[in-house]
């Protein structure tokens, strides 16, 4: 089991930046992708970004890409999104996310393990 638990949303004026962690604690291995996703109210849940933690390597969402930043930090086991740039678009909760392998995909059901959500609220 692996758990996940998010922190650092809250309100932010457009414009503004929030950066988003999550802690990941539990049977971790070097393979594995952590993802962040976003649901809005009466919306489905969509994808943002991903990391794979064998090689760093990053994907995004079209809508995000260029203002948000998906980054790691091995000792802490974490994974960490700056999001600059926000626009009123961005609110909703976010979610952390992980499954094991090095492939991402953009679909929750992809992912086993799931944090409780942060909220990101972007004023305008």
């Known amino acids: 089991q692996v758990q996940l638990v998010e922190s650092g949303g809250g309100l932010v004026q457009a414009g503004g930046s929030l950066r988003l962690s999550c802690a990941a604690s539990?049977?971790?291995?070097?393979?594995?992708?952590m993802a962040w996703f976003r649901q809005a109210p009466g919306k489905e849940r969509e994808f943002v970004a991903a990391?794979?933690?064998?090689?760093?390597?990053?994907y995004y969402a079209d809508s995000v890409k260029g203002r948000f930043t998906i980054s790691r930090d091995n000792a802490k086991n974490t994974v960490y999104l700056q999001m600059n740039s926000l626009k009123p678009e961005d609110t909703a909760v976010y979610y952390c996310?992980?499954?094991?392998?090095?492939?991402?995909?953009?679909?929750?059901?992809?992912?086993?393990?799931w944090g409780q959500g942060t909220q990101v609220t972007v004023s305008s």
């Open positions: 990391i794979r933690w064998s090689d760093s390597s990053t």
């Open positions: 539990g049977r971790t291995s070097s393979s594995y992708v």
């Open positions: 996310a992980a499954r094991g392998g090095n492939y991402y995909y953009i679909t929750p059901s992809r992912y086993a393990y």
